[in-house]
Nanobody, 132 residues
Framework: QVQLVESGGGSVQAGGSLKLSCAASGYTYNNYCMGWFRQAPGKEREGVAAIDSDGGTVYADSVKGRFTISLDNAKNTLFLQMNTLKPEDTAMYYC??????????????????????????WGQGTQVTVSS
């Protein structure tokens, strides 16, 4: 059974940094897509960044140049390095995974082409709060 457990959230001031981790267990697929989503109060869950088994990555325009997604295959751990955080980054951050490669580099709409239903496995979330 696949389990995803996020950690690394917290409270920081604007301009600060955080690194989120997502430990995946029971996940041994050769073709996969993993990603980070976030949901702020009163808003829909949105894609932040994703990475596939070819190493392709996509980012939301709002985080490009500030966030970096990476995957340590040996440790089955997904990371999201978040720099220059802004108050609008405040949200619950969720890790998601699916045993399919969506060819991220070829998506015409980037991360906007990924839907929540494209991911069958989700973590419980970790809260990120950025104060001004």
């Amino acid at each position: 059974q696949v389990q995803l457990v996020e950690s690394g959230g917290g409270s920081v001031q604007a301009g600060g940094s955080l690194k989120l981790s997502c430990a995946a267990s029971g996940y041994t697929y050769n073709n996969y897509c993993m990603g980070w989503f976030r949901q702020a109060p009163g808003k829909e869950r949105e894609g932040v960044a994703a990475i596939d088994s070819d190493g392709g990555t996509v980012y939301a325009d709002s985080v490009k140049g500030r966030f970096t997604i990476s995957l340590d295959n040996a440790k089955n751990t997904l990371f999201l390095q978040m720099n220059t955080l802004k108050p609008e980054d405040t949200a619950m951050y969720y890790c998601a995974a699916e045993n399919r490669n969506y060819g991220l580099e070829y998506l015409p709409g980037g991360i906007g082409d990924l839907e929540l239903a494209d991911f069958g496995y989700w973590g419980q979330g970790t809260q990120v709060t950025v104060s001004s």
